[in-house]
């Protein structure tokens, strides 16, 4: 029907029945891409053995379809049997529901609607009238998989979850019902230690698609603005391309050193701040106001605890996010750069909250110099992360001696480096944190 002219389409299309033309709308094998069907058995297909994968990688762009590919392989395996029991795992549960369960290209939207699972939020379970069943879980808690078991599971934006192995791990070990339990990865790439693993494990096919091989199901000015924008830059590599991008060897942050001293949690705090580094506009194509939470342990080391940066948005807006980052963390100050709005800043921070306590810093020197003597606190261990931040960790690993490599403000890292300053450096070039 692909190769069909556009009038034979039309012929055949005329006659269909409105069952017909319904059933034909939800045929996903009639619409995808081949890159959006799973994969073929390695093995001989004639002999009826099961696939010899276990995992499907599909490392796409922004808007690439991995999300509809993902949904339509659960489907297919919930309508193949009634005995499925499938994990749906994503980077918070917020996200399994918005994204993977209700979204637009969600498992409720692909079903047809006489077909769809009942979803039970209470339960955190779909539930399919064949008796397949889905359970969704949240890669903020890992110990949620203990216990369960499946037969497949669907893993959305793995290499954004905040414990990737610990929760891959749990998964793995539930992974035990049926003849070939298998699971399927749908993410933007990113150079973390378990996409690594997976893309040289043999039992993995990888698949990689362009945002552009979807350039028919996305919005013209998405297209124009995005796409068009970030082409050919290191961000637009990954986040478009799908490329699994190593750091650059300039880069003041080497993604193994941040790693190497990654934590689950941080210990007692004696002192936390919110770095803020606003934009000197708002609007789409604004930088971003890089907003960081870092806080300093009794172990006498830095933590950093978030990355709240905002885009696109009005003074009041990321001056409200700022203070929502500063009551959660229970900061005790808010450092804020204010060579783009001078007092202007400080003033929009106590229209949302007087009572926080603001420190107004100026840049006197550039961005590198500002940044060096940061890096050397990682190169020195005396900072850790405190799970996942992939966004700020990007961009600290895309930052060299002359700014990031697509060009741009590097807004988290500004920040995040007013943020480390204003516990470990302030005052002096000697750091006020312990080694280890």
């Known amino acids: 029907m692909r190769a069909s002219s556009p009038e034979t389409i039309e012929r055949f299309v005329s006659r269909l029945s409105p069952d017909e033309l319904t059933a034909l709308h939800y045929d996903f094998e009639v619409w995808a891409r081949d890159d959006q069907l799973p994969p073929l058995s390695s093995t001989d297909g004639a002999t009826g053995e099961a696939p010899a994968w276990t995992t499907w990688l599909m490392l796409g762009g922004r808007g690439a379809g991995k999300t509809r590919a993902g949904a339509e392989w659960v489907r297919a395996e919930a309508r ?88 891959w791990d749990m998964l793995q070990f539930g992974l035990r019902l049926g003849e070939a339990p298998r699971q399927v990865v749908t993410t ?58 190593e750091d650059r060897p300039d880069a003041l942050w080497p993604r ?32 971003a106001c890089g907003i960081v939470v870092a806080g300093l342990g009794d172990d006498g080391r830095a933590y950093v605890l978030a990355d709240a940066t905002v885009q696109g948005v009005r003074p ?62 990682y190169e020195r261990a005396c900072v850790s992360h405190v799970g996942a931040l992939p966004a700020l960790e990007d961009e600290m690993c895309d930052f060299g001696l002359d700014g990031l490599s697509g060009g741009g403000s590097p807004d988290r890292v500004d920040a995040l480096v007013w943020a480390l300053t204003d516990l470990c450096l302030r005052g002096g070039a000697e750091p006020r944190v312990r080694f280890v």
């Open 256 to 287: 193994e050193i941040i790693e190497r001293h990654r934590v689950d949690a941080p210990p007692p705090l004696v002192r936390v701040v919110v770095a803020v580094d606003p934009p000197a506009s708002s609007g789409p194509r604004a930088d």
């Open 80 to 167: 193949h049997s009634s005995d499925a029991r499938i994990a749906l795992v994503g980077e918070t549960l917020s996200d399994v529901r918005a994204v993977m369960v209700e979204g637009v290209s969600g498992l409720l939207a692909v079903h047809p609607p006489g077909a769809r699972p009942l979803f039970e939020p209470s339960k955190r379970q779909l539930r399919w009238e064949s008796g397949a069943v889905a359970q969704l879980f949240s890669a903020e808690d890992p110990e949620s998989l203990r216990g369960p078991q499946f037969t497949a599971a669907w893993c959305d934006e793995l290499a954004k979850w905040r414990r990737p192995q610990e929760t």
């Open 316 to 377: 009041l807006d990321w001056a409200r996010a700022a203070i929502a980052a500063c009551r959660r963390f229970e900061a005790d100050r808010i450092v804020a750069e204010v060579n783009q709005g001078g007092e202007l800043v400080e003033t929009v921070l106590r229209q949302v909250d007087g009572s926080v306590p603001v420190r107004s810093v100026r840049a006197m020197r550039g961005k590198v110099l500002r940044a060096e003597p940061v890096a050397a606190l």
């Open 188 to 245: 933007t790439p990113r150079p973390i230690p378990l996409i690594k693993a997976l893309l040289v494990d043999a039992r993995t096919v990888v698949t990689r698609v362009a945002t552009a091989a979807n350039a028919a199901n996305l919005a013209p000015s998405f297209l124009e603005a995005v796409v068009g924008r970030y082409r050919g830059t290191r961000l637009g590599r990954q986040e478009l391309e799908a490329e699994l991008l």
